[in-house]
Every structure is written in structure tokens, then in C-alpha cells.
């Protein structure tokens, strides 16, 4: 996949395209899932479009000035914004305080793995731009490439370990994006994986539990 750490990625000679793949990426989830995952995916790409600092890789922008962006109330902001972070979409660099504003960032590589599921729908030729591969350059920084997802996953001594290993081995950017931050204990006999979110818990159980209870000698549950 062509992702990106951060606003290194958007800035340069090829920004523009990448901006462009970014927000496709984000109306095609929205539109796939329909009523509020829609309204909530137009709503960031024009918040992005108009008050995203590239260069600094923030959002800061008041609850007011965001309500009159979208046409809603500060409360539905607020309850937005909370959505936004709770998918992962966002992430909260500064609480905001008497005085300034929340700063949060664009998590474009959580983005692009949610809406990695429709690509094909935007076009074969996106979709093969899109996942050229995980050995595809993400970044230069002083001249260095840096690959994403960063370093090979080591095969652990417990059943988890050696499933996430095999599954880090078949797709490092999926890999790093949903499997990684997933916690995994045994009761009962049953292999439970605790994912950071409702939406994580969600995408899992959707895109990647069968190919998890193939690789597992237990029964596999997610929460």
C-alpha cells in the first residue's frame, strides 16, 4: 500500500496525488457504508480540504468555527469529532483549554486500511495503485527511505504470537494497522482478542476473523 507516516508523505512533489488517493480512499468508505459513516466521511474530507495544515500535520480548529464549516451545532461537533477518534480517524495531539483550541492529527494510514476493503470500487486501476505492496518507499526523511510498516514481526512462543507472526508475514500494512494493537489472552479455551475500539472490534470480526480462526487451534472471539 501507498501509506504514508504522518504529513511527510503529503508534502512534496507528489502531495497533490497523494491528497487525491487520501480523500478518494475516505469518500469510498463513506459511501459504501451509507447514512452516517457518510455524512461523517463528506464532513472530514471538507474540514481536511479547508483547514488541514499539512506542513505541521495538525488540525486546529475551534468547535464554533467547525460547526459553521458543517452547518451543525457545537454539540454535534463535539459528538464528531469523538467518532472521528474513536474509528481512529483522528488522534488528539493538545486537550484544548480556556484560550486555545483541541489540536488533533490525521491518521491517514488508519484511513487508508479502513477503507482498503473499497478500493475495487473506485476503479482495478486504483486499487493496484493503491496496494502496490508493503516494500513500496512511504517516506524520505534527510535522504533515507523509510518502508512501511516498519520492523518484521518475530514469531512468538504462544499460539498468538505465532499467529500474528504468519499474519505480519501476509500483509505487514494490515498487519501493523488492525492486528498489532490487538490483546490477546486464553479463558476457557477460547483465544480472546481485545481490540482498542468498538469500530476496531468491528473491522477485525468483519475483514480478518476468518482467516485468524484458520490460523488458530482455538476458538477465536473478539471484544
Not at 491518521?107 to 508493503?134: C, H, K, N
Not at 535522504?143 to 507472526?165: M, Q, T
Not at 490477546?184 to 481490540?195: K, N, Q
Request: glycine share 8%.
Amino acid at each position: 500500500m501507498r501509506a504514508y507516516r504522518g504529513a511527510r508523505g503529503y508534502t512534496g512533489p507528489q502531495a497533490p496525488e497523494r491528497k487525491y488517493d487520501l480523500i478518494t480512499a475516505l469518500g469510498a468508505w463513506g459511501m459504501a457504508r451509507g447514512g452516517r459513516d457518510a455524512t461523517l466521511a463528506l464532513r472530514l474530507i471538507t474540514l481536511v480540504t479547508a483547514r488541514y495544515n499539512w506542513k505541521r500535520d495538525e488540525l486546529s480548529c475551534g468547535q464554533a468555527e467547525i460547526a459553521s464549516l458543517w452547518s451543525v451545532d457545537p454539540r454535534t461537533v463535539k459528538r464528531e469529532i469523538a467518532r472521528l477518534r474513536d474509528l481512529g480517524f483522528l488522534s488528539l495531539i493538545r486537550q484544548g483549554a480556556r484560550g486555545r483550541v483541541a489540536q488533533h492529527r490525521l491518521e491517514t494510514s488508519a484511513i487508508l486500511a479502513a477503507a482498503q476493503g473499497d478500493w475495487l470500487r473506485v476503479g482495478p486501476d486504483f486499487a493496484e495503485r493503491m496496494g502496490q505492496g508493503a516494500s513500496v518507499p512511504m517516506a524520505e526523511d534527510q535522504g533515507n527511505v523509510v518502508s512501511f510498516p516498519g520492523l518484521p514481526v518475530e514469531a512468538g512462543d504462544d499460539a498468538w504470537g505465532r499467529i500474528s507472526a504468519r499474519l505480519a508475514q501476509e500483509n505487514p500494512h494490515v498487519h501493523a494497522s488492525w492486528i498489532a494493537p490487538l490483546k490477546a489472552r486464553e479463558v476457557d479455551g477460547i483465544l480472546v482478542l481485545r481490540a482498542p475500539t468498538r469500530y476496531h472490534t468491528r473491522h477485525v470480526e468483519t475483514h480478518l476473523l476468518t482467516r485468524i480462526k484458520a490460523l488458530s487451534a482455538l476458538p477465536v472471539r473478539v471484544e
